[in-house]
């Protein structure tokens, strides 16, 4: 396809999806205004009918995307012209660089993944075209030591040194984005291409190999971003996200891939770039001063993605590409606290949203991604404005005369028909995109790769409880992260979860208290103004005061082990797993069964002489320099380790010492003399 061609192609689909959006919002909102009674408060009038607009363009923005990726795929043709139209070619000689930025991972399932995707290049023939990088941000010693054993014992077992790196940041100073600029400062010039993935990522060669050749065949295309699957859930809630994603995902991305085209969006992982106009073109500015929003963008990726578009290379979604994974949270306690970073993350792209030379397409993008957040305070507004309406009306005695007297009185009048067909507008519109994917899945005959017909059917109409039940506890946490964000507070950076974590009743209850109280008070409220409103709150406040029982229940393992068992939210991936996934699962126990993390931690840089030899190998001769900038000297630093054990020296001294050549040698030749009584503080009688 002609660049001309995509573009004009993109505008022509852009302005049926805009017309699309806006004409049902115009037409809800008409129905809203006769459904509200009469006569009412015209500024609360005013403000609801204008809060269920916005809220009817946004959702119809995912209907209408859930649509088009529902057309295209049914056709069975290729979602993205640009592999449609690639040629079938060699791959040439330039080197593609696989890039991991980790920060306090599982160096276990980062080593498994890696060692998958080597063997599987290396099988498939093209090995030599690829490396590997693990770039570090972790600032825990003991995160630290095990990552570079891990990375050691990999590059050992696979013979790959000079094939696989490992470099830790000594400051990881803009998070992951700072991360990879210092990967690129170093290494950049050696690579035409940059795969970037997350430490649960996971893709197969023929994935890689079919990045390359796109790339190549493709000179003007700066980043193809594929579709990742979700995959190794075992939690009840991790097994239903995994099974939307894979169920309606693909659908959704083939629509925004459908009316996007060339001007698509980044998520920051399991894609390629083109390396040389990214190091051009995408360093990130950080948000200067105390305003609103500042500091380094938490949200990079789409930011990147419309940088490289301003310099006028083209950005893909390829939803077609199979063979990428990720994880995903695994309870709903650790997918608020990313949602709560990024949240902050979108709202910063307000502050860039009339940014020099933008393309128009990608300020749309900033803006679908700030309403993924805001949309939550208006629905949150429009619960509170029809709960103002019924105040006013309950409150305020009836104008029976609005325009002055009259022979006839006006009579308060409640269009309770356009109310439910209004509601069951909505209805339609959020739920039909759901029976799409069961209809298209039915069509091409891959019921049975879900687990069967009437499995699917049941694991479809359970996501869709699920989701309702905790659509309005999502609706309250989301409202809270933006209201805050704009106050001004600040999101940490931690470590993301990526295992399952048990949580007690009382820590569940805690944490959703408010949610709770909430809705018994909204309730309270609306049965003392008029009780027969309160039908129409019933389900938001059912699904705030079931929230803890509904979370302790999705936690757990044994739940979703039991789905499992039932054949309920099955995946292609677990009922008939790639080569690949069963590659990663025997990785990791192999990992497991060698007993990985006993051996390793800031204790074992000492006593261990593998991973004492490790460690200081990785050090310069001049890595003693960087100790001089901490007031303790090397002498008090062994005087303390020697006297009272590894936590004798907070986690900065750790490190400090870590990067000390001489110190770490010196110190493992006399902890292994020490006299018996301080031998007990490393425990050498363990050994």
Same mark, same amino acid.
């Given at each position: ?64 995307? %859930? ?107 803009? &998070? ?88 698509? #969006? ?19 500015? &950080? ?17 990147? %993605? ?150 699917? %059917? ?51 209850? &805690?944490?959703? %208290? ?18 027969? #409103? ?29 789905? &499992? ?123």
């Amino acid at each position: 396809m002609r660049t001309i061609d995509w573009h004009r192609k993109a505008w022509r689909r852009r302005a049926a999806l805009g017309l699309l959006v806006l004409l049902p919002a115009w037409v809800a909102s008409s129905y809203m205004a006769g459904a509200l009674p009469t006569p009412g408060n015209p500024w609360l009038d005013d403000a609801t009918v204008l809060v269920f607009g916005i809220l009817t363009a946004w959702i119809a923005v995912g209907f209408w995307t %859930a649509v088009f990726g529902f057309g295209v795929l049914l056709r069975q043709r290729h979602v993205t012209p640009l592999i449609e139209d690639a040629p079938t070619s060699q791959l040439s000689t330039s080197k593609t660089a696989l890039i991991f930025p980790i920060f306090k991972e599982s160096p276990e399932r980062i080593a498994g993944a890696i060692e998958v995707m080597y063997r599987d290049l290396d099988k498939s023939g093209q090995l030599d075209g690829f490396e590997f990088y693990i770039l570090s941000d972790s600032d825990d010693p003991n995160a630290y030591i095990r990552e570079q054993w891990a990375w050691a014992e990999l590059t050992r077992t696979l013979s790959a040194f000079g094939q696989i790196h490992y470099r830790r940041r000594r400051s990881n100073i803009k &998070r992951k984005t700072g991360n990879i600029a210092d990967f690129l400062r170093r290494w950049g010039y050696r690579y035409e291409y940059m795969v970037v993935l997350d430490a649960d990522s996971l893709m197969s060669a023929d994935c890689l190999l079919h990045l390359v050749r796109l790339m190549q065949s493709n000179p003007k295309a700066g980043i193809i971003q594929t579709v990742p699957g979700i995959i190794l859930q075992q939690t009840l809630f991790g097994r239903i996200q995994q099974f939307s994603n894979r169920l309606f995902g693909l659908m959704y991305a083939a629509g925004l891939s459908f009316w996007q085209l060339g001007d698509g #969006y980044y998520w920051g992982h399991n894609a390629i770039i083109r390396v040389a106009p990214f190091v051009e073109h995408c360093q990130l500015p &950080r948000l200067r001063g105390r305003a609103l929003l500042a500091g380094d963008i938490l949200s990079h990726d789409f930011v990147e %993605a419309a940088l490289m578009r301003r310099a006028g290379w083209s950005v893909w979604l390829a939803p077609e590409l199979s063979g990428s994974w990720e994880e995903t949270p695994p309870t709903l306690v650790d997918e608020l606290k990313r949602d709560r970073r990024w949240c902050f993350g979108n709202l910063q792209h307000l502050r860039l949203l009339f940014a020099k030379g933008l393309l128009g397409t990608h300020r749309l993008m900033f803006v679908n991604g700030v309403m993924a957040y805001v949309a939550s305070v208006f629905w949150l507004l429009y619960l509170l404005l029809g709960t103002a309406v019924i105040a006013w009306h309950a409150l305020v005695p009836p104008n029976y005369f609005p325009h002055g007297h009259g022979l006839f009185p006006v009579w308060p009048i409640w269009h309770e028909h356009l109310a439910v067909l209004i509601l069951a507008t909505s209805a339609v519109i959020l739920l039909l995109p759901k029976f799409l994917g069961l209809v298209l899945v039915i069509l091409q005959r891959r019921t049975a790769l879900f687990g069967g017909w009437g499995h699917l %059917a049941a694991s479809v109409m359970l996501e869709i409880i699920y989701s309702m039940v905790l659509a309005p506890v999502r609706m309250l946490f989301h409202s809270w992260y933006v209201i805050t964000s704009l106050l001004g507070h600040r999101v940490g950076w931690g470590r993301q979860q990526r295992s399952s974590d048990h949580r007690h009743w009382v820590q569940t209850a &805690r944490m959703h %208290a408010w949610c709770a109280l909430i809705a018994v008070s909204w309730s309270a409220l609306i049965a003392a103004l008029d009780p027969s #409103y309160l039908v129409w709150l019933l389900p938001i406040v059912i699904a705030l005061i079931l929230i803890t029982p509904v979370t302790i229940l999705t936690n757990s393992t044994k739940a979703g082990l039991w789905t &499992r068992d039932a054949h309920l939210f099955q995946t292609p991936e677990e009922t008939h797993p790639p080569e690949e996934i069963r590659a990663l699962g025997r990785a990791l126990g192999e990992r497991v069964t060698a007993g990985f993390r006993a051996r390793t931690g800031f204790r074992a840089a000492f006593i261990d002489p593998y991973v004492n030899a490790v460690a200081v190998a990785r050090l310069s001769a001049t890595a003693r320099r960087y100790n001089r900038e901490i007031d303790l000297t090397r002498s008090l630093y062994a005087a303390r380790l020697l006297a009272r054990g590894p936590q004798a020296l907070d986690r900065g001294e750790q490190l400090a010492v870590l990067n000390d050549r001489e110190l770490l040698t010196e110190l493992h030749n006399r902890i292994w003399t020490l006299p018996e009584d301080l031998a007990r503080n490393w425990n050498l009688n363990d050994e």
